[in-house]
């Protein structure tokens, strides 16, 4: 069994901010695997299906960015899910926005919902795609930052980003998760 997990804040004044890119990533998932999300339980919105035999799980926690770990870590337990069977997608403000990193194992680099992560699942290491949204140039603050809109300049840029993270995610369901990391990185 496969979990794929999209960090991000739910409510519509969050959609499309770039701190909800995990959540993006998994919407073009569920549309592209037909796997809807359409159970709620654990304090997350998920959804399972099977693809070449392999049970997948995609899930966005409504939790709030900063607590995503207590609705992770309850999912897990009750389907018996593996750290190694795991990937999370969220956003990164040192990369440039439409850049993707691909890592296996980390701190959680100053991101809230990933260090909540790490405390509710005891370990640093679990893989996962980070998302590049580019720091603010021009003052603005870090908070105000990531829940503000990509503008049209950074579109193309961020939906290649979401392209190729799905795409990442769909591979790692064929094959192990340091081959698409060398393939994506």
């Not at 960090?7 to 519509?12: A, D, S, T, V």
């Not at 099977?50 to 960015?65: A, F, Q």
């Not at 790490?118 to 908070?143: C, W, Y």
Request: glycine letters at 10%.
């Amino acid at each position: 069994m496969k979990l794929i997990v999209g960090l991000g804040n739910p409510g519509r004044e969050y959609d499309q901010t770039r701190h909800n890119v995990g959540f993006m990533i998994i919407d073009k998932l569920s549309e592209e695997l037909s796997i809807p999300l359409d159970s709620h339980k654990f304090n997350g919105l998920y959804g399972i299906g099977h693809i070449s035999g392999e049970k997948v799980i995609l899930l966005k926690p409504l939790t709030y960015m900063n607590l995503s770990g207590e609705c992770i870590r309850p999912l897990m337990d009750y389907y018996e899910i593996n750290d190694d069977e795991l990937v999370v997608i969220y956003d990164d403000l040192d990369l440039p926005v439409g850049k993707i990193r691909l890592r296996t194992k980390g701190s959680a680099g100053g991101h809230n919902g990933i260090k909540s992560m790490i405390l509710h699942l005891a370990t640093q290491e679990f893989n996962r795609i980070r998302v590049g949204i580019d720091r603010p140039t021009n003052g603005m603050k870090i908070s105000d930052y990531v829940l503000s809109r990509f503008s049209s300049d950074e579109e193309q840029g961020i939906n290649e980003a979401i392209e190729r993270s799905a795409n990442a995610c769909e591979k790692w369901l064929s094959t192990s998760f340091t081959q698409v990391m060398n393939e994506y990185n």
